[in-house]
């Protein structure tokens, strides 16, 4: 019993360290990171927050168009966690900020979206992105098919 106990203990002491490395980036909030950053957003009633650098021009893209564009992906402490030049992907086989955020802008748009991890990955996380993460999107739209 006393070992079993320990091995517990043990065990959750080393989740516990393993974790803190990402308790900056599961916990900054989104309403925290735009006061600290003097940002001036929009905020949607799902909580997607953004600023439109660019508003484009016709057409905007719908929840069903193929969508091509540039990107980077951050956490709200700055680490970069993915990026990409010319990917064309369907815009309702994305994350639910991305869906709502891209149909604001038109063809040659840019956003930054600053997704509440409810309408990012959740609770569950995906790849390097712990769960319940908000997370910073800056978007060129370059094409709607």
Same mark, same amino acid.
């Given at each position: 019993?006393?070992?079993?106990?320990?091995?517990?203990?043990?065990?959750?002491?080393?989740?516990?360290?393993?974790?803190?490395?990402?308790?900056?980036?599961?916990?900054?909030?989104?309403?925290?990171?735009?006061?600290?950053?003097?940002?001036?957003?929009?905020?949607?009633?799902?909580?997607?927050?953004?600023?439109?650098?660019?508003?484009?021009?016709?057409?905007?893209?719908?929840?069903?168009?193929?969508?091509?564009?540039?990107?980077?992906?951050?956490? &709200? /402490? %700055?680490?970069?966690?993915?990026?990409? +030049? *010319? @990917?064309?992907?369907? &815009? /309702? %086989?994305?994350?639910?900020?991305?869906? +709502? *955020? @891209?149909?604001?802008?038109?063809? %040659?748009?840019?956003?930054?979206?600053?997704?509440?991890?409810?309408?990012?990955?959740?609770?569950?996380?995906?790849?390097?992105?712990?769960?319940?993460?908000?997370?910073?999107?800056?978007?060129?739209?370059?094409?709607?098919?």
């Amino acid at each position: 019993m006393i070992i079993g106990l320990r091995v517990f203990l043990i065990s959750l002491m080393i989740s516990l360290l393993s974790c803190s490395g990402n308790d900056e980036v599961s916990t900054l909030s989104i309403s925290d990171y735009v006061s600290d950053n003097n940002l001036m957003t929009v905020k949607t009633p799902s909580g997607l927050n953004y600023i439109i650098h660019n508003p484009g021009t016709a057409p905007f893209p719908t929840e069903s168009s193929d969508v091509t564009v540039n990107y980077k992906g951050y956490f &709200l /402490n %700055g680490e970069v966690f993915d990026s990409g +030049e *010319g @990917i064309t992907f369907p &815009l /309702n %086989g994305v994350i639910r900020g991305w869906i +709502e *955020g @891209i149909q604001l802008i038109g063809t %040659g748009g840019s956003i930054t979206l600053l997704i509440p991890s409810n309408l990012a990955y959740g609770p569950s996380g995906r790849g390097s992105i712990p769960g319940n993460t908000n997370l910073a999107f800056d978007v060129d739209l370059i094409s709607v098919q």
